[in-house]
């Protein structure tokens, strides 16, 4: 590419990157930026057993234009040669607390105990905070939408933390600029777990959470009847009214449903039990030992969500010498359920038998999929309780044990779209959806395949350039803080400020434009000297190469093969 059109794109990039101010745009006309892309001759995933080979997805205005051997690519549109690639729909998490930043409270800092009456709490100190929407805490920012994106994450159902009732869940997409950008369906769920508050205050046991649930959903019935009953004659005392009850109200209407979180065994009873009993709309979130409450399971009409998180294996100081509890996939096979220890000459065969019991354990877990899709139950996926950076280790994991690949991708695409009703917008490769795709650089469940290109709502996540983990070996305290910098762009000087955090597991931060628009970093690096990391932008990925002296720097920002420079000097400190 001649060194012109490369500059007018890094140019283009950074101003996309940094919406100047209105006096900076009288003097800099910023180029058109394309929303047109062409993913040229790959291989399309259109739906889990639907393959289109060499075909071509034109992306425009955030819609998926066309799909097809033979279409019309826009002539303003960015081709992405892709003859090498895959083309899946982006993925659909169940449930998750993505993007969700909450802000500390009393009960999260531990002064529970400073409550008054702590057998009649204050609503929010018990963690009864139904009328909270997910809208006000969404922060496109959050690293963890990155995270998950760069998994193949696109979209899902996010609900506010807290404890019993944090607040009405919503349907998202993993990327934005603004929590409004995000939002696909703001009010889609009413968000409840058997968890009790913080300190000693009621609900302080889970028998007392499920207690309180039924008093308050008991309680919004018969508010709603009076509502009723005053609708239709007002000259009785009108009824009293509260956001609280009041968020039930949806869900008494079967236009809700209760969105349940319960991973263990004896969670999920109680929570089947408590459906049973009230006869609430629900989905079923966690389910991580559902091969408990099989039976239990099979007679619910409620939408599943498995977790992606597995149990780790165990850590053991057994040296170089590796025993069959450590290496074998059939457990079971050596387990000796009858094995007594009768003298200190025994305990390393107990202990060999200990561990095999434990794999025994484990392997069920790693099953559990495989057991509910045997079992004909129609499940999705929740990221809840998974670190973003297992999820295809354990995807794989799964699969080995049972999983078909085929409803491994059901699972992440298509079924959770109809779960959650969104097979008109998403879940598929098709004409007219949402252009949410995963662009990867072999089948997505083969463990050397790596997620090269993520769009959400037509925006592109470039992570092509291999870079998505960072490097630590110097002393972060060098750059921890915020700074001002300065590029040197074809349109002239462009100013912002760069923040940096973390600690020597890792660094992060954010890349701030003249008027607070914000791109998070990515592959953040650091050997003590030299500091790196890269930002998103449509025309490709904006690389940063800085030498670190003091309390400034000067280096390079590249896009493709021409770089220009960049210097800056740290405003703030953590400590100061």
């Known amino acids: 590419m001649p060194r012109g059109s490369v500059a007018s794109l890094l140019g283009c990039a950074l101003l996309c990157l940094f919406v100047l101010p209105s006096h900076a745009q009288d003097e800099i006309t910023p180029p058109t930026v394309t929303t047109t892309y062409a993913l040229e001759n790959a291989q399309v995933v259109q739906a889990p057993g639907q393959v289109l080979e060499s075909a071509t997805v034109v992306v425009e205005d955030g819609i998926i234009e066309a799909v097809g051997p033979n279409v019309n690519v826009p002539y303003d549109a960015r081709r992405i040669a892709a003859d090498s690639l895959v083309v899946y729909a982006g993925f659909i998490d169940g449930f998750s607390h993505a993007g969700i930043e909450m802000p500390e409270s009393d009960a999260e800092n531990g002064n529970g105990n400073d409550v008054k009456d702590p057998g009649d709490p204050p609503a929010d100190a018990a963690g009864i905070q139904p009328d909270r929407s997910a809208r006000p805490f969404l922060s496109p920012d959050a690293s963890s939408l990155n995270k998950l994106r760069q998994a193949g994450f696109t979209a899902g159902h996010v609900a506010p933390e807290g404890q019993m009732l944090p607040g009405t869940g919503a349907y998202v997409l993993y990327g934005g600029e603004t929590a409004s950008d995000m939002i696909l369906n703001d009010a889609s769920s009413l968000f409840a777990e058997i968890q009790t508050a913080e300190g000693y205050i009621y609900p302080a046991t889970e028998m007392a959470v499920i207690a309180k649930f039924r008093q308050l959903y008991r309680e919004a019935d018969r508010r709603q009847t009076l509502e009723a009953d005053y609708a239709q004659n007002s000259s009785q005392p009108r009824p009293p009214q509260d956001p609280i009850h009041s968020a039930f109200f949806p869900v008494l209407d ?323």
């Open 254 to 576: 079967g236009d809700r449903p209760m969105a349940f979180y319960a991973d263990d065994a004896l969670s999920l009873h109680r929570v089947l039990n408590l459906q049973q009993e009230l006869g609430f709309p629900m989905m079923l979130a966690g389910l991580g030992e559902s091969f408990r409450t099989l039976d239990a399971l099979q007679t619910v009409d409620a939408p599943l969500f498995l977790t992606l998180g597995l149990p780790d294996a165990p850590k053991t100081s057994v040296g170089s010498d590796t025993t069959v509890a450590d290496t074998t996939d059939t457990p079971a096979q050596y387990y000796d359920s009858d094995l007594r220890t009768r003298s200190y000459e025994d305990v390393p065969e107990e202990e060999t038998n200990l561990r095999l019991r434990h794999a025994m354990e484990r392997q069920k877990y790693q099953e559990a999929a495989a057991t509910l899709h045997e079992a004909g139950l129609q499940f999705g996926f929740t990221t809840r309780e998974a670190d973003a950076g297992d999820i295809r280790t354990n995807l794989r994991t799964m699969v080995d044990h049972g999983l078909p690949e085929e409803t491994a991708l059901a699972a992440l695409t298509t079924r959770p779209a109809s779960l959650l009703g969104l097979s008109d917008r998403l879940g598929t490769v098709e004409e007219g959806k949402i252009a949410n795709l995963v662009v990867t650089d072999g089948s997505y469940f083969h463990e050397d395949t790596k997620v090269q290109h993520v769009f959400v709502d037509g925006q592109l996540y470039d992570y092509a350039s291999g870079q998505e983990q960072g490097e630590i070996t110097g002393d972060v305290s060098a750059v921890l803080g915020s700074w001002s910098y300065t590029v040197e762009s074809p349109q002239g000087e462009l100013t912002g400020t760069l923040t940096l955090e973390g600690d020597q597991s890792g660094l992060e931060g954010t890349f701030v434009g003249p008027r607070g628009d914000e791109q998070e970093l990515q592959s953040v690096s650091f050997d003590g000297t030299t500091l790196s990391f890269s930002v998103n932008s449509p025309q490709g990925t904006l690389s940063v190469t800085v030498t670190v002296e003091g309390e400034s720097f000067e280096g390079t920002a590249s896009l493709g093969d021409q770089s220009f420079p960049i210097s800056g000097e740290r405003t703030s400190t953590p400590d100061r």
